[in-house]
T-cell receptor, first 115, second 114 residues
Framework: DSGVTQTPKHLITATGQRVTLRCSPR?????VYWYQQSLDQGLQFLIQ???????AKGNILERFSAQQFPDLHSELNLSSLELGDSALYFC??????????????FGSGTRLTVV | AQSVTQLGSHVSVSEGALVLLRCNYS??????LFWYVQYPNQGLQLLLK??????LVKGINGFEAEFKKSETSFHLTKPSAHMSDAAEYFC????????????FGQGTRLTINP
């Protein structure tokens, strides 16, 4: 157990729907990062939060949004889902703003299947 | 400019043979470098990291990596491959182009032949 908790582990939904993925960072970590992993695109950085504030944006679609709450858990919202959104979504956390010294701790991911 | 390049998306070795996974990075400042491993249906797990100090870094499961500034490389090695080493391996660099986050390579899938 890495200490980063992601729920749900698996999600199957239909095209056009909206889903919410949840992440609880490791105790003491203030930064949360979201990644999308698919066979054709590899590991893609989506967005980063530090202590409730957005720090960096990557290849995140406009249909996707995220936030980090006062208790530091984070949610990734995916809307108007398309078949191509099927992927593994990972959350990671770090103590500081960027994980320079310690790297990131990853959760086990949410596998999203859009049918 | 590519920040992290992993040479070879697939590497196959025999059990007991040397494992060598290549990683080259782009950085204008002293780099912070990481290797992660991802076993099937799992998240990424930190194998080892180089921040400062000794350029030969030892990690978990018998892996090590050497930071070579002149070659801008951080190759991952293991003297003797085990079947359980079959996984995907990611190299990452911190601070590329001023971004205060890790940037990951495309990954190398390691297959171990019996």
């Amino acid at each position: 157990d890495s200490g980063v908790t992601q729920t749900p582990k698996h999600l199957i939904t239909a095209t056009g729907q909206r889903v919410t993925l949840r992440c609880s960072p490791r105790s003491g970590d203030l930064s949360v990062y979201w990644y999308q992993q698919s066979l054709d695109q590899g590991l893609q950085f989506l967005i980063q939060y530090y202590n409730g504030e957005e720090r960096a944006k990557g290849n995140i679609l406009e249909r996707f949004s995220a936030q980090q709450f006062p208790d530091l858990h984070s949610e990734l919202n995916l809307s108007s889902l398309e078949l191509g959104d099927s992927a593994l979504y990972f959350c990671a956390s770090s103590v500081g703003r960027g994980g320079k010294l310690g790297g990131y701790t990853f959760g086990s991911g949410t596998r999203l299947t859009v049918v | 400019a590519q920040s992290v390049t992993q040479l070879g998306s697939h590497v196959s070795v025999s059990e007991g043979a040397l494992v060598l996974l290549r990683c080259n990075y782009s950085s204008s400042v002293p780099p912070y470098l990481f290797w992660y491993v991802q076993y099937p249906n799992q998240g990424l797990q930190l194998l080892l990291k180089y921040t400062t100090g000794a350029t030969l870094v030892k990690g978990i499961n018998g892996f090590e990596a050497e930071f070579k500034k002149s070659e801008t490389s951080f190759h991952l090695t293991k003297p003797s491959a085990h079947m359980s080493d079959a996984a995907e391996y990611f190299c990452a660099v911190w601070g590329f182009q001023g971004a205060q986050k890790l940037v990951f390579g495309q990954g190398t899938r390691l297959t171990i032949n019996p």
